[in-house]
């Protein structure tokens, strides 16, 4: 896959802030002053700022929150839009008062601003989650199947979940460890542990536990903490991990 999700999102946030930015200078809606304000910002300034703020909250959502929050069924999406909206929408609200000396602070104006903020962006950002974010994640390599290949493409490895154990770094070159007839075999290919990373983040099935290692979560016998150092077992291979990846292990 050429566009990896990682891409998508980045385009996506940009593309929030462009838009608020554009609804506002533009546009000029909602009636938005268009005079200096108390702040001693001009019309243009705010504008951006306010598409700046829009674009970093969303970034902030997409490549934080989103990946704790993981929203799977429909319920979980709808709701998962909604805090987004109303994140955004109270960021927008905080900077429009400090832009006005909080001349706009009460319940009314909030509502007012909200709602103004959700016709704007519900459109954009249900179309992410329910049609281009699934999209790509759908068309990412799925839990049937973990391909793996080189750098140019000619050497492929298609290995089940199931049978997927783990993948260590050598220099420039990846050792992917996998069950075979119930034997653990290896094959070599040359690639980068963080291109394998990138291409699988949504996947529970690669879980990086150290800066040389990617492991199955499924496959993990048990995790080991002996004199300061941690180590994960997989089918009697020890594999160390990381003091920083070691909570999202133990949660």
């Known amino acids: 896959m050429k566009i990896r999700l990682k891409t998508v999102k980045i385009l996506y946030v940009l593309f929030l802030g462009l838009m608020l930015f554009y609804v506002l200078y533009i546009f000029e809606a909602f009636g938005?002053?268009?005079?200096?304000?108390?702040s001693g910002h001009d019309f243009l300034t705010r504008s951006i700022l306010f598409g700046l703020l829009n674009s970093f909250v969303f970034f902030v959502l997409e490549f934080g929150l989103s990946k704790k929050i993981n929203p799977k069924t429909l319920f979980q999406k709808i709701a998962w839009i909604f805090a987004q909206l109303l994140i955004g929408g109270t960021s927008i609200f905080l900077l429009f008062n400090y832009f006005?000396?909080?001349?706009e602070w009460s319940l009314n104006a909030y509502i007012l601003l909200i709602l103004e903020y959700f016709s704007i962006m519900i459109l954009p950002i249900a179309l992410f989650q329910f049609g281009i974010n699934d999209r790509f994640?759908?068309?990412l390599p799925n839990s049937e199947v973990l391909i793996f290949q080189s750098e140019n493409g000619k050497d492929v490895i298609q290995v089940k979940p199931e049978f997927f154990l783990f993948m260590r770094s050598d220099k420039n070159y990846l050792e992917i460890y996998f069950l075979e007839q119930e034997k653990i075999k290896t094959h070599l290919i040359r690639n980068r542990l963080k291109v394998i990373e990138d291409n699988y983040e949504d996947s529970p099935f690669l879980k990086r536990c150290h800066r040389s290692f990617l492991v199955n979560p499924i496959q993990i016998d048990k995790i080991i903490k002996n004199k300061g150092k941690s180590e994960i077992h997989i089918q009697n291979q020890i594999i160390p991990i990381s003091d920083s990846f070691l909570e999202s292990f133990m949660n």
Not at 32 to 38: A, K, L, M, P, R
């Open 137 to 139: 994640k759908l068309t």
């Open 100 to 103: 006005w000396n909080w001349q």
């Open 32 to 38: 938005i002053d268009q005079g200096v304000s108390y």
